[in-house]
């Protein structure tokens, strides 16, 4: 007999784009996982107004929401300082799933990591690159390779936007990092330089598209060995170089590559994207981390390392594009 598992009850704190669009439809792929009992906003039209439509109760304000006991479990999207939200809701007694940046201080994730630490409580940061299926295949087969080919690598990272999504996904994949420096141009975007401490290189590029439509979003990997590249968010490319030949001698069979893509069946349909990027994922491993005690993929050392590094590139472009070394404890 297959035993059926009663899903997580969740309240979530912020009804704007992000929670309408993406946590909400999100969650409602995880019949099985989480339920969604409880919201709350910020102005009581909202509150009004998200009641009706998702038919739950909406409190103005998150105290009541924390306070509700058919409330087991807190999920953040609002906008604003999250680490007295998920302090309050952790204080309480219930494991928290925070949407990013979620840390905004040294101080608000000592806080966040104690508590978490001595109620035993999930604390999941929603980093949706970590959790997306191509950047675990990508992590995956990254891992394989350096065990085969040791040495340090060189990243690529192109988006349309800089900032924390990126930074925190490149420490995933190559690990800590011990200085930065950013550069950027008047209104057509930036690049971040990051050095790790394993003495692997990398770049973050932003752009100044004034849409996204152009396919911009590329991470690729260099070593002597080979070239390893995801692009689109859901196709992978892995080219490999022989070891006993000269590139100029090399014949058609011997520039052998792999590429990995997405199918467009089930699970994926209409729901493709909100797999793709994570979200789901990322919403699945919460449930499974509050049920088993497992640690999460992103938990809050790994939103104060992000954090570090954005701020040591924030001093970079004021110092006018020096180096700066990244704070790590």
């Known amino acids: 007999m297959t035993t059926m598992k009663t899903p997580l009850k969740v309240g979530m704190i912020g009804v704007g784009n992000h929670a309408r669009q993406v946590l909400i439809p999100a969650l409602e792929q995880l019949p099985g996982d989480l339920r969604l009992v409880a919201l709350a906003?910020?102005?009581?039209?909202?509150?009004?107004?998200?009641?009706?439509?998702?038919r739950l109760p909406c409190y103005v304000g998150a105290d009541r929401l924390i306070a509700d006991p058919n409330?087991?479990?807190?999920?953040?999207?609002?906008?604003?300082?999250?680490?007295p939200l998920a302090c309050a809701a952790l204080?309480?007694?219930?494991p928290v799933f925070n949407e990013t940046p979620a840390i905004h201080s040294e101080a608000g994730a000592e806080r966040i990591r104690q508590l978490a630490t001595e109620k035993k409580l999930t604390y999941l940061v929603g980093s949706c690159l970590r959790y997306a299926p191509v950047y675990q295949k990508l992590r995956a087969l990254l891992h394989q390779w350096r065990a085969e080919e040791p040495g340090s690598r060189v990243f690529n990272a192109s988006y349309y936007f800089g900032g924390g999504?990126?930074?925190?996904?490149?420490?995933?994949?190559?690990?800590?990092?011990?200085?930065?420096?950013?550069?950027?141009?008047?209104?057509?975007?930036?690049?971040?330089?990051?050095?790790?401490?394993?003495?692997?290189?990398?770049?973050?590029?932003?752009?100044?598209?004034?849409?996204?439509?152009?396919p911009y979003e590329r991470v690729e990997i260099v070593h002597p060995s080979g070239l390893l590249i995801a692009e689109d968010g859901r196709a992978i490319q892995f080219h490999r170089t022989p070891r006993s030949l000269q590139p100029m001698k090399m014949s058609f069979t011997d520039a052998g590559g792999e590429l990995f893509h997405t199918t467009f069946s089930l699970p994926y349909g209409q729901i493709q994207q909100l797999h793709l990027r994570g979200y789901i994922p990322e919403l699945k491993e919460f449930a499974d981390c509050v049920r088993t005690g497992a640690i999460p993929t992103c938990g809050v050392a790994d939103a104060l390392a992000t954090l570090r590094v954005g701020a040591a590139a924030r001093q970079?472009?004021?110092?006018?594009?020096?180096?700066?070394?990244?704070?790590?404890d």
């Open 41 to 54: 906003t910020a102005h009581e039209e909202t509150a009004r107004t998200a009641g009706e439509f998702y």
């Open 71 to 83: 409330v087991e479990a807190v999920i953040i999207a609002s906008t604003g300082d999250h680490e």
């Open 91 to 94: 204080q309480a007694g219930k």
């Open 165 to 214: 999504h990126f930074q925190n996904l490149l420490l995933y994949l190559a690990g800590p990092v011990d200085s930065v420096l950013l550069t950027a141009t008047e209104g057509s975007g930036s690049i971040t330089l990051l050095r790790f401490a394993n003495g692997d290189l990398g770049s973050i590029r932003d752009c100044g598209f004034r849409n996204w439509s152009p």
């Open 316 to 328: 970079s472009r004021e110092a006018g594009g020096q180096w700066v070394t990244v704070r790590r």
